[in-house]
């Protein structure tokens, strides 16, 4: 079995994480207080329903904080791995706030809109100024969006991903408050709440797929069908490598773990057969990145030149 440790590099990507998650979860704080008071001055619930949807980013940026320091930590007696898996539970984390943020938007929407029609609601539409700062709120998120995003696919760092889809969600929610606010303001007051409504659709969405990613992760479900033909591809240039006949691999947060199962010629000496597998070893680590470990077993198989003396 051979490693290869790169603490530098793994210490400037936990870095890069805790950096998206510190400014995310400061930018959160600051739309929060700014939109749920707004919303409750400037009589907007569609403007009140984003700044909930902030309030919970808050909650949850402050568990993905935690997750985060603590997959940084170096692998340990218990943790042979690490713990990288950690940012997979941290967007678990983040998928379970954003599903129960979207219900919660969604109950209290539908329900203003049912008395507004009901009557027992006088809605007159919001100030122009909560319209102003949904339409800040989008802008800033588009920012947020696009630089975290930036950030976990340079990481490849589950949680930070997540983090940048509820950035992108934030984007959506913000500007359908802007929407239903303009058509309260001009006599149509229940587009207000629908607005929120709708919003809450597509952070459910988005939430749902959240989850459906991190917990794939934590299931151990196979990175793809592409890893094993590029392992497959890269063993058939080690000479000695007659087949390949199993290949499995596991994620543990960004880093792979890999067990496969190659076949020798059944003549070679166990020595021989040691160089074959080292040889698959090393160049799997070095080809494919984020490679952390390779354990190869060998299988004896029938020998070519007896097969054509044969």
């Not at 001055?41 to 909930?52: E, F, Q, V, Y």
């Not at 950035?167 to 207000?192: C, E, K, M, Q, Y």
């Not at 607005?195 to 794939?216: H, K, Q």
């Not at 190659?262 to 494919?288: F, H, Y």
Request: aromatic share 8%; glycine share 10%; net charge negative.
């Amino acid at each position: 079995m051979t490693q290869i440790e790169s603490d530098p590099a793994s210490r400037e990507r936990n870095r890069k994480g805790l950096l998206a998650v510190q400014v995310g979860l400061t930018a959160n704080t600051l739309l929060a207080v700014l939109k749920a008071g707004i919303g409750i001055i400037g009589h907007s619930p569609a403007l009140l329903a984003d700044g909930i949807n902030s309030t919970s980013d808050v909650a949850y940026g402050v568990v993905m904080a935690i997750f985060m320091k603590l997959s940084g930590k170096p692998a340990d007696h218990e943790h042979p791995y690490g713990h990288d898996q950690m940012e997979s539970i941290a967007a678990v984390v983040v998928g379970a706030f954003v599903i129960s943020t979207a219900i919660a938007i969604f109950w209290n929407s539908v329900n203003g809109v049912y008395e507004i029609f009901s009557g027992e609601w006088s809605f007159a539409g919001a100030s122009r100024i909560a319209l102003w700062v949904s339409l800040a709120g989008a802008g800033i998120k588009v920012w947020l969006a696009l630089w975290t995003g930036k950030i976990g696919k340079e990481t490849r760092n589950t949680a930070v991903k997540a983090l940048a889809h509820d950035h992108r969600n934030d984007i959506f929610s913000s500007l359908a408050a802007a929407v239903g606010i303009f058509f309260g303001r001009t006599g149509v007051p229940w587009v207000d709440p629908l607005a929120g409504a709708m919003v809450s659709l597509v952070i459910l969405y988005t939430g749902v797929e959240i989850l459906r990613s991190a917990t794939a992760d934590l299931m151990d479900t196979l990175p793809g069908k592409r890893l094993g033909v590029e392992i497959c591809d890269l063993l058939a240039s080690v000479e000695g490598v007659q087949a390949v006949e199993e290949v499995h691999a596991h994620r543990f947060g960004p880093y792979l773990v890999v067990n496969i199962t190659i076949g020798v010629d059944g003549i070679l000496t166990v020595a021989q057969g040691d160089r074959i597998a080292t040889a698959a070893e090393e160049i799997l680590l070095e080809e494919i990145e984020f490679m952390r470990r390779v354990y190869v077993h060998y299988h004896p198989v029938a020998s070519r030149e007896g097969k054509k003396r044969g």
